[in-house]
């Protein structure tokens, strides 16, 4: 009887971990996790400086070079983080844009372990995006 | 008033001097001895005509047993707590949109796991064969007691994983998830529970 329980006790520990394993992935799975969060982070943090709440008669900049500090919010990382190549960033309109990032992990694959997964718009290859508006005076 | 060593002493000197089991009771009861103590204290000598009298094996205590023994438990509760905690978060991912915590929490639970498993494995084979080899240290105070310690945890396990499987089932949250994470609870403490017990069972004296 104990023998039994004994060996069950071993195959469940057994299983928790290889599924356990399987789910996480390895530390370079893990590292590359890590790297796409920080980039989703930062094209949030740089979306909010872009839009600038509080000061709607600020215009959009044609691009990043151009994008002056918004009061009040920290200066936001331009640059991929890792590649250090800069963000895409598109005006689509003059109250619309978009930041784009490429992710190191397919965001399909990667949008359960990503933030503001809800937000981020999916586009060809490993490219999210974010899409604000900014509210303009009238 | 006579401490219990007294009361071994003179249990032992009334066997060494010949008297019968029923007369020494009979003395003990007319000294204001209880039953219970009278029974313990006679039950320590060997009831045979040899003499002097045989002791009975008592139970031992050791630093050897305490340091052997909590380890082997510790790594158990800490091991069986992350065991449940990786089994049901994949539960929550079979049926959630799962999250950057939950892959976290698996993450920290296996690396647990990867610790803790091979340590109890090691530790509690190793004192099998001991025991196998020497069933004097069944008699180990300490074993006994930190065994009815994990019996006494895995059945408040069950117990409080009834109530609130019961409870979920009278708020209307009784669902397969719900339904799989108890089950998973009742394995695992059930599992413990039966392990320890017929432990307990195999090291008690015929």
């Avoid at chain 1, 600038?52 to 151009?66: F, I, M, T, Y």
Wanted: with cysteine; charged share 20%; proline share 6%.
């Amino acid at each position: 009887m104990n023998r039994l329980l004994f060996i069950g006790f071993c195959l469940v520990v057994a299983f928790a971990i290889g599924v356990g394993l399987w789910v996480v992935g390895g530390p370079e799975y893990a590292r590359m996790v890590d790297q796409d969060r920080q980039r989703v982070f930062d094209l949030d943090v740089l979306a909010d400086q872009i839009a600038c709440v509080g000061q709607p008669k600020r215009v959009l900049p044609d691009n990043l070079e151009e994008l002056e500090p918004c009061f009040g919010r920290p200066d936001a990382n331009r640059n991929d983080p890792v590649t250090n190549m800069p963000f895409r960033y598109t005006v689509l309109g003059p109250d619309a844009f978009e930041l784009c990032a490429e992710l190191a992990i397919d965001p399909k694959a990667a949008r359960r372990t990503l933030p503001y997964k809800n937000d981020l718009i999916l586009r060809s290859g490993n490219t999210v995006c974010l899409v604000r508006r900014k509210a303009v005076a009238d | 008033m006579a401490n219990r060593d007294e009361l071994s002493l003179f249990v032992r000197d009334a066997l060494v001097a010949g008297k019968s089991r029923p007369d020494i009771t009979g003395a003990l009861i007319e000294a204001g001895w209880s039953e219970s103590e009278i029974r313990e204290a006679l039950g320590a000598w060997a009831e045979t005509p040899f003499t002097p009298p045989v002791p009975r094996p008592v139970q031992t205590v050791s630093a050897r047993d305490f340091f052997i023994y909590a380890l082997t438990f510790g790594v158990l509760l800490i091991g069986a707590i992350n065991l449940v905690i990786v089994l049901q978060v994949l539960v929550d991912m079979l049926f959630e949109d799962d999250s950057y915590v939950a892959i976290e929490r698996i993450r920290f639970g296996v690396s647990v796991l990867i610790v803790t498993a091979p340590l109890y494995l090691w530790l509690t084979l190793r004192e099998r064969r001991k025991l196998a080899h020497d069933p004097a240290l069944y008699r180990s105070a300490i074993r006994k007691w930190l065994t009815y310690i994990a019996l006494l945890l895995a059945a408040a396990t069950l117990l409080g994983d009834l109530i609130a499987t019961i409870y979920a089932l009278l708020t209307g949250d009784f669902t397969l998830q719900f339904m799989a994470k108890a089950v998973i609870v009742s394995l695992v403490a059930g599992g413990i529970f039966l392990f320890y017990a017929n432990a307990m069972r195999q090291g008690e004296p015929e």
